[in-house]
């Protein structure tokens, strides 16, 4: 198994040619090898049909996104590598939506003329299907959120009035696949730590891009947690029907709780494994340590700091611990 691993990495280093790299293989290859489950879900994405025909109805989605767009510098494969978990957030973003229509597409028995759908992905055996019943957008409980929790994301994606983000647009559909997308982002980040082994292990200035990485979308766990909780919360007082709709949905359960396992157990997976990299890192006499700054912990390797937004972590975390979330968290689990 491992002269096939050299191999394969000998077969991505091969792409790097004077100073230029084929990109779009590389990209490729790099999923194949360290996250299949995101190679497949790229393969099903460009897939589907821009035109979908289903009983009673034809539907031109459009076209497909260029995953290329996200990568900012197509010549260094440490940019690459680093910009490729944003890139599998986005494209999961718009797979939601055709792959629903292609999953239609094929069993045309579960489609409903009038009726709006999306998918959330979470491997190649484990996708989810559900019709989108009628919400409110997002930003209407933002003003039930604290003030010490309105950090970037609550702005970006709870209080932008902008009906064209998904929390606006589709209410608990779009908490709940901005939570699910940045769960694929994060295993992503995750995932790319074998690159790292194999290939800069003895590489301070690479480990930071992996860090960074890691630590850009972790906390997205916790804060979508809380936004999804919150908004179900707000729902119960002030749309009663929406919130009953939401609390006894079976597929609304099912999603919740299988994001929300898969994400806490990529979270559990790090902090297992970065004692590990960390103590093979210091033996190899890059010096790795963490330090407190203004209430923010700063994770140093060889002097050069990553923010891990602990102290974002923290706070929701704790925000979870509020007794009528507790009880909406229980009964989406139950």
């Known amino acids: 198994m491992k002269r096939i691993l050299i ?3 000998f077969l991505l280093l091969s792409y790097i040619s004077q100073g230029q790299i084929s990109a779009r293989k590389y990209t490729i290859q790099i999923l194949r090898i360290y996250s299949p489950e995101h190679a497949l879900l790229l393969d099903r994405y460009y897939k589907t049909n821009s035109v979908v025909h289903l009983p009673s109805a034809t539907i031109n989605i459009g076209r497909h996104l260029d995953f290329m767009a996200y990568l900012t510098d ?12 944003l890139m599998i957030h986005e494209v999961y973003h718009d797979y939601s939506h055709r792959g629903a229509y292609g999953f239609l597409e094929k069993n045309p028995d579960s489609f ?3 009726q709006n759908y999306i998918i959330y992905y979470f491997d190649e ?15 209407e409980m933002a003003k039930t959120v604290p003030n010490h929790l309105k950090e970037e994301r609550f702005k970006i994606f709870i209080a ?8 606006q647009k589709m209410g608990i559909y779009g908490l709940l696949d901005e939570w699910n997308a940045f769960y694929h982002q ?15 292990f003895q590489d301070a200035k690479h480990w ?6 890691y ?3 972790y906390h997205a766990y916790v804060e979508f947690k809380y936004f999804i909780l919150k908004y179900i919360q707000y729902a119960k007082y002030k749309h009663s029907k929406i919130y009953e709709q939401i609390i006894l949905d079976s597929k609304i359960k099912q999603i919740y709780q299988e994001i929300d396992n898969r994400y806490k157990k990529v979270l559990e997976d790090f902090e297992k494994y970065k004692p590990l990299v960390t103590n093979f890192l210091e033996n190899k006499n890059i010096h790795i340590s963490e330090e407190m700054h203004s209430g923010n912990k700063i994770f140093f390797i060889q002097g050069v700091g990553v923010e891990t937004y602990n102290h974002i972590f923290q706070l929701y975390q704790k925000a979870l611990e509020d007794e009528e979330l507790r009880m909406i968290d229980f009964q989406l689990k139950n």
């Open 160 to 167: 932008d009035h902008n009906l064209n983000i998904l929390p």
């Open 112 to 114: 409903e003329p009038g």
């Open 74 to 85: 197509t010549t260094h494969r440490d940019v690459i590598i680093h910009e490729i978990p």
């Open 125 to 139: 055996k484990n996708e989810i299907l559900t019709n989108v019943h009628n919400t409110f957008p997002a930003y």
């Open 215 to 217: 630590y850009d979308s």
């Open 7 to 9: 191999l394969v990495s």
């Open 208 to 213: 930071e891009g992996f860090f960074s990485n």
């Open 186 to 200: 994060t295993l992503m980040a995750f995932e790319t730590k074998e690159f790292y082994e194999r290939e800069s």
